[in-house]
Every structure is written in C-alpha cells, then in structure tokens.
C-alpha cells in the first residue's frame, strides 16, 4: 500500500454523515483533507407520516416496495425504535414477504443486514435505473401497489409517472430530510479556494451537495470547479453535476462507494494505483 499516493494534494470533501472515514482514506493515502460538510441528513420533526406509512405497510398495503436509499431504510427502523417499537418485527416481516426493488448497492447492503436481499436491483443506480429494471415487467404492475421510499423531499416524479402509467398504486414515505450544515461562510471560503486553484480536487458524495453549492455560489460556482477535479461517488452525483455543466474527472467504475472513490480520485490526480 503506497500511503503516500496523494502526498501534497489537498481534496476538499463535503460529505457528512461518514466524512471521518472518509477523510481517513484520503489521509492515509497523504492527502491534506479540507473538511466542508455542505449538507446534513435529519430525521422528520414529526414522525406520523412514517409510522403510518408502516402502519399501512404491515398491514399489507403494498405488493413492492422501491428502496431509493440505504439511509432510508435505516431512518424508517430508526423512527420504529424510538416511536413504535412494537411495529417493528412485523414491518421487517412484512419486508421479507413483498417484493423488494433496490436503487444502487446502499439499499442492498441494508436489507442484507436484516437478512434479506432486494428480488429486483437496478443495473444502473439511479431513478431511470430503476425504471429500466422495471420496463421488461411493466405489463405485469397493473393494479399492485409499490411502496416508494423517496430520498429527502424530492417526489421523484419521473419513477411514480412511470408506475401510475403502467396501471400501478404508489404509496410515498419520506423517512428524512436534508438540511444546511456548513454555514454559508464556510461554503463562500470553499468556493474561493476552489477558484483560485490550491484545491486539487473535491469529492461529491450527494446530489444535495451539489444543489446546496451551486444555491449559494451561483453563476461563480461552475468557473470554480473548472480549477480542480471533481470526483462523483456514482452516477446520479455525476448527472447532478453534468446539468450544471461541471465535467466529472473521477468516479468509480462500479462499486459506487467511498473507498473505490478514493481509489478514483487517485488516478484521476495521476497517483499510481494501490490495493489495499
């Protein structure tokens, strides 16, 4: 392992929730981590539109059920731990009995620690992957109703369109919320060293921390990221960043994680690979 790979470069990551594991991978690789978490993920303030989501799903409301995120699925068991204990042995039951759609590896490594598995897992890990993965058995939706777990507020319009078209119900729970976390001072500093040059590359890990970025930098932020390598940790990132017209130099080939991320960021910056 060549714990030197990165030495002298200075990776700006705005991850939140495991920014000190990843900061110690590009540490441990000899990077100078600049540490900017751009957003936070919060539960609901009030948790009576998960409960009864669960409640409605236990009592067999739904024939699928379309896990978006991995946090998602942790937040609802979350919610039932410190709401409703008692409803969760039989959601996690009632989880093992519906058909289980997954959006990316996240999802799936959450289900597998509740010893299940998804039945349908989207190729690509995004939204139109998932619709992909549901096309070849669209004319079987007619009149089963898909639990849809949304990632933040968002509505995701396109994936309910796509099963309300194919004759399906559509049931939504949104298990959390995203919310500011940086103050905008600490984001304006950001968006400065990025412009002039002394960040050698930042690390998206959310489309949220996309958005919250280009909310507050504005028409500055894209010229910003012009000056450095910008790594997306998989596709859906990457598109979130492509719309605003960033190029994407680095994003793991497959294994849409922070580890393979690093390892991208890696190349990207010319830094001989390693295993580790």
């Not at 539109?49 to 991995?70: S, W, Y």
């Not at 299940?116 to 079987?140: N, Q, S």
């Not at 968002?154 to 919310?179: M, Q, W």
Request: aromatic share 6%.
């Amino acid at each position: 392992m060549n714990t030197a790979a990165l030495n002298g470069r200075t990776i700006a990551v705005p991850e939140t929730r495991e920014l000190d594991l990843f900061a110690a991978l590009l540490e441990r690789r000899g990077a100078t981590v600049l540490r900017c978490p751009l957003v936070a993920i919060r539960d609901l303030e009030d948790p009576a539109p998960v409960l009864q989501f669960v409640r409605r799903f236990n009592e067999g409301a739904c024939d699928d059920l379309i896990l978006l995120t991995g946090e998602g699925l942790y937040r609802i068991l979350s919610c039932l731990d410190q709401h409703q204990p008692a409803l969760r042995q039989p959601f996690v039951a009632r989880l093992g009995s519906v058909r289980k759609i997954t959006r990316g590896p996240k999802p799936a490594r959450a289900l597998r620690e509740l010893g299940l598995k998804p039945d349908l897992a989207a190729e690509v890990p995004t939204t139109a992957g998932v619709i992909e993965a549901l096309k070849p058995i669209a004319f079987t939706l007619q009149d089963r109703v898909f639990g849809v777990q949304l990632y933040g507020s968002e509505p995701n319009r396109p994936l309910v369109d796509f099963l309300e078209g194919a004759g399906a119900g559509v049931i939504t729970v949104a298990p959390y919320r995203y919310a500011d976390s940086a103050d905008d001072a600490a984001v304006r500093t950001l968006l400065a060293r990025l412009g002039d040059g002394s960040i050698d590359a930042i690390a998206f890990t959310s489309a949220q921390q996309v958005r919250r970025l280009f909310d507050l930098g504005g028409d500055a932020a894209a010229p910003a990221l012009a000056r450095t390598q910008v790594a997306a940790v998989g596709p859906l990132v990457a598109a979130a960043l492509e719309a605003r017209g960033v190029t994407v130099r680095a994003m793991p080939g497959s294994s849409y994680f922070l580890k393979p991320l690093a390892s991208a960021i890696e190349d990207a910056l010319g830094a001989p690979s390693f295993h580790s």
